[in-house]
T-cell receptor, first 114, second 114 residues
Framework: AQSVTQPDIHITVSEGASLELRCNYS??????LFWYVQSPGQGLQLLLK??????LVQGIKGFEAEFKRSQSSFNLRKPSVHWSDAAEYFC????????????FGTGTKLQVIP | DVKVTQSSRYLVKRTGEKVFLECVQD?????MFWYRQDPGLGLRLIYF???????EKGDIPEGYSVSREKKERFSLILESASTNQTSMYLC?????????????FGPGTRLTVL
């Protein structure tokens, strides 16, 4: 069965600092991997996804993520955080075919301080 | 832009009531999903549907049922609401192309069962 672990429940960073959110997955084959963001009071929005090819994936809002098969990781990064990035971030894994039953992690809440 | 709408942002019901949560998408997507979101637990899949009148149980279907009579509409039904069903409910839709499709989320319905 597929699963996702986000080890950090809550992270606080200063505005302008770099950010890395961790995600580890478990899946038997090459998975599809996603990062979604949920701003307060909103639904989830896709930041980026990986399903093949280049292991460094660029997304919206200046985010990127790197797929590392050997470490079963898909960490999200941003070089310089803005106050508007304060939100909850979810990593997700899905199968490489068939119906799109995606498994989400428990989320990491990001706080940005001035 | 894909739009997923949910019938209510906030809902308060009493124990034992039958509750209907409605979700409508306007992008002709084949797949639709119902999740519940609880602090520390992330998103958990209740049911999904990959076609009209088709449904599949997710990870936590107990106490819920669904209906999909039209492609654009997916309803979640709580037959007899209980206090442990107090939660945020998120609906999502996605196309079915088999290539790691993005799920598009509605804004959520925060349900309180008293």
């Amino acid at each position: 069965a597929q699963s996702v672990t986000q080890p950090d429940i809550h992270i606080t960073v200063s505005e302008g600092a770099s950010l890395e959110l961790r995600c580890n997955y478990s899946y038997g084959a090459t998975p599809y991997l996603f990062w979604y963001v949920q701003s307060p009071g909103q639904g989830l929005q896709l930041l980026l996804k990986y399903f093949s090819g280049d292991t460094l994936v660029q997304g919206i809002k200046g985010f990127e993520a790197e797929f590392k098969r050997s470490q079963s990781s898909f960490n999200l990064r941003k070089p310089s955080v803005h106050w508007s990035d304060a939100a909850e971030y979810f990593c997700a894994v899905g199968p490489s075919g068939g119906y799109q039953k995606v498994t989400f992690g428990t989320g990491t809440k990001l706080q940005v301080i001035p | 832009d894909v739009k997923v709408t949910q019938s209510s942002r906030y809902l308060v019901k009493r124990t034992g009531e039958k509750v209907f949560l409605e979700c409508v998408q306007d992008m002709d997507h084949e797949n639709m999903f119902w999740y519940r979101q609880d602090p520390g637990l992330g998103l958990r899949l209740i049911y999904f549907s990959y076609d009209v009148k088709m449904k599949e149980k997710g990870d936590i279907p107990e106490g819920y049922s669904v209906s999909r009579e039209k492609k654009e509409r997916f309803s979640l039904i709580l037959e007899s609401a209980s206090t442990n069903q107090t939660s945020m409910y998120l609906c999502a839709s996605s196309p079915r192309t088999g290539t790691g499709d993005t799920q598009y989320f509605g804004p959520g319905t925060r349900l309180t069962v008293l």
